[in-house]
């Protein structure tokens, strides 16, 4: 499976604390072994899986896509878009999407 990272997304795990960094890594491997494990969303985000997760007592959010239109069996890419706390996620995920 091929996984690639949003320039949004590497910079936020750049500047994070180590501890963090960590944390955010165990997640990217929990989402890859499982990429339906996170939310779908609807809307303007069709296509947008997000993974909550606790960090301390804050929590995170994770946006990603796959390519969950193929078969069952095997994903062949996911892409993480972008990750944050809840406050104007989804705004700054919008747009991010919007201008590929």
């Known amino acids: 499976m091929r996984t690639t ?3 949004a997304f590497a910079q936020f795990v750049k500047k994070a604390s180590k501890p963090l960094q960590l944390a955010i890594e165990i997640r990217v491997a ?7 494990i996170g939310q779908q969303k609807l809307g303007d985000l069709q296509g947008v899986f997000v993974y909550k997760f606790r960090f301390n007592t804050q929590e995170y959010l994770m946006a990603y896509q796959f390519d969950y239109f193929s ?3 095997e994903i062949t890419w996911i892409e993480f878009c972008q990750i944050g706390h809840h406050e104007n996620f989804y705004t700054q995920l919008k747009k991010s999407i919007r201008f590929k």
């Open 71 to 73: 078969g069952v069996t």
């Open 30 to 36: 929990e989402v890859c072994n499982n990429p339906r």
């Open 5 to 7: 990272y949003k320039k």
